[in-house]
């Protein structure tokens, strides 16, 4: 009998030792940031379908916009904080595809007189071409109004003086800030999560000879050393 349980005894412990041994090890956590594709870089993507976007709940925004899944709790609490304090953040724009960048670029072209290099300057001050523009990463977000006049008012500088004091304890930076002596004029509404940012600029700072633009007006004054210039141009606020 003393001999059976024995038997039994061992019998168990070899066959939770094989189970164990049989469990593979646990893997490590995905890395949160994968590398972009050449396309994600360009907002070459359906918004819908890409798995890294995700929808800004439509109270933190006027329409339906999509930001990256890792930028969205930053976000949200910028939101809240902001609240406490007084201050309303919504966002205006945030991820762009390439088309809607395009469009925009288009626009602005019609509207801007002169010759191209003259154009060129007067649209670049605000606007990027398709396929450089921040917004297509789903890092970075325009906040409240394009307006000048909103931020001249008492509230947009109570908003700018906020957002200037505290964004950057959740990741976010005015990348078109004042003062540097090259690249898009400042622009106080625009506000880039920077460390979800930094693969597509990489990336996207390497490939910048290999974008054709096919028919966009003053692609024949684009250089790459321009484009560079802009791209490379911004403020990280050491984040
Ligand atoms: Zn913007």
């Given at each position: 009998?003393?001999?059976?349980k024995?038997?039994?005894?061992?019998?168990?412990n070899?066959?939770?030792?094989?189970?164990?041994?049989?469990?593979?090890a646990?893997?490590?956590?995905?890395?949160?940031?994968?590398?972009?594709?050449?396309?994600q870089?360009s907002?070459?993507?359906?918004?819908?379908?890409?798995?890294?976007?995700?929808?800004?709940?439509s109270?933190y925004?006027?329409?339906?916009?999509?930001i990256?899944?890792?930028?969205?709790p930053d976000?949200?609490?910028?939101?809240?904080?902001?609240?406490k304090?007084?201050?309303?953040?919504?966002v205006?724009s945030?991820?762009?595809s390439?088309?809607?960048q395009?469009?925009?670029w288009?626009?602005?072209?019609q509207?801007?007189s002169?010759?191209?290099?003259?154009?060129l300057?007067?649209?670049?001050?605000?606007s990027?071409p398709?396929?450089f523009?921040?917004h297509?990463w789903?890092?970075?977000?325009?906040l409240?109004?394009?307006?000048p006049s909103y931020?001249?008012s008492?509230?947009?500088?109570?908003?700018?003086?906020?957002?200037?004091?505290n964004?950057?304890?959740?990741?976010?930076?005015?990348?078109?800030?004042?003062?540097r002596?090259?690249?898009?004029?400042?622009?106080?509404?625009?506000?880039?999560?920077?460390?979800?940012?930094?693969?597509?600029?990489?990336?996207?700072?390497?490939?910048?000879?290999?974008?054709?633009?096919?028919?966009?007006?003053?692609?024949?004054?684009?250089?790459p050393?321009?484009?560079?210039t802009?791209?490379?141009s911004?403020q990280?606020?050491?984040?």
């Open positions: 009998m003393l001999k059976m024995f038997l039994l005894f061992l019998f168990i070899i066959l939770s030792f094989s189970l164990w041994a049989a469990t593979p646990p893997k490590a956590t995905p890395k949160s940031t994968t590398t972009p594709t050449l396309n870089v907002g070459m993507v359906s918004p819908q379908k890409d798995a890294r976007l995700v929808r800004i709940p109270k925004a006027n329409k339906t916009e999509y990256q899944k890792n930028v969205l976000l949200e609490r910028m939101i809240l904080a902001a609240r304090d007084g201050v309303n953040l919504r205006i945030a991820f762009r390439y088309n809607h395009k469009n925009l288009q626009r602005k072209w509207q801007t002169g010759n191209d290099k003259t154009r300057q007067a649209v670049l001050r605000y990027s398709p396929a523009s921040r297509h789903g890092s970075d977000v325009d409240n109004s394009l307006k931020w001249a008492a509230d947009g500088k109570k908003t700018l003086r906020w957002l200037q004091k964004a950057r304890k959740f990741g976010f930076c005015q990348v078109y800030s004042q003062g002596k090259k690249g898009h004029d400042e622009e106080v509404w625009h506000w880039s999560h920077v460390r979800s940012a930094r693969p597509y600029y990489q990336i996207r700072a390497k490939t910048i000879k290999q974008v054709k633009h096919i028919n966009l007006s003053g692609s024949h004054v684009l250089t050393e321009l484009l560079k802009y791209l490379s911004i990280n606020c050491g984040l």
